[in-house]
């Protein structure tokens, strides 16, 4: 099984900044994707950054230039530092870990519990 811890969450004010943590422990496979999600009231999960284990990021078009994705493959972490906060980036964010096992042809993929950021104007 694995678990995915998250911290860092919090309350800012508009221009401000956050940095979320996320720990990943149990069965994982060295070759992975770690990233970001975020939803808010009334709308659907979306992506926010994404990091593979070799260091490749994708990043969400609203958080460019603002936001850093970042992992240590030896402790099986992710961060996000979260500069120039706006409202609009109010939102549960959660930690993702996925990985494609070929040989089987399965996607596996697990979720944080989840933590709330909130910028307020």
């Known amino acids: 099984q694995v678990q995915l811890v998250e911290s860092g969450g919090g309350l800012v004010q508009t221009g401000g900044s956050l940095r979320l943590s996320c720990v990943a422990s149990?069965?994982?496979?060295?070759?992975?994707?770690m990233g970001w999600y975020r939803q808010a009231p009334g709308k659907q999960r979306e992506l926010v950054a994404t990091?593979?284990?070799?260091?490749?990021?994708n990043y969400a078009d609203s958080v460019k230039g603002r936001f850093t994705i970042s992992r240590d493959n030896a402790k099986n972490t992710v961060t996000l530092q979260m500069n120039g906060l706006k409202p609009v980036d109010t939102a549960v964010y959660y930690c993702?870990?996925?990985?494609?096992?070929?040989?089987?042809?399965?996607?596996?993929?697990?979720w944080g519990q989840g933590t709330q950021v909130t910028v307020s104007s």
């Open positions: 990091i593979t284990s070799g260091g490749s990021t």
């Open positions: 993702n870990v996925n990985w494609w096992d070929y040989s089987r042809a399965r996607k596996y993929e697990y």
């Open positions: 149990g069965s994982i496979v060295s070759m992975n994707t």
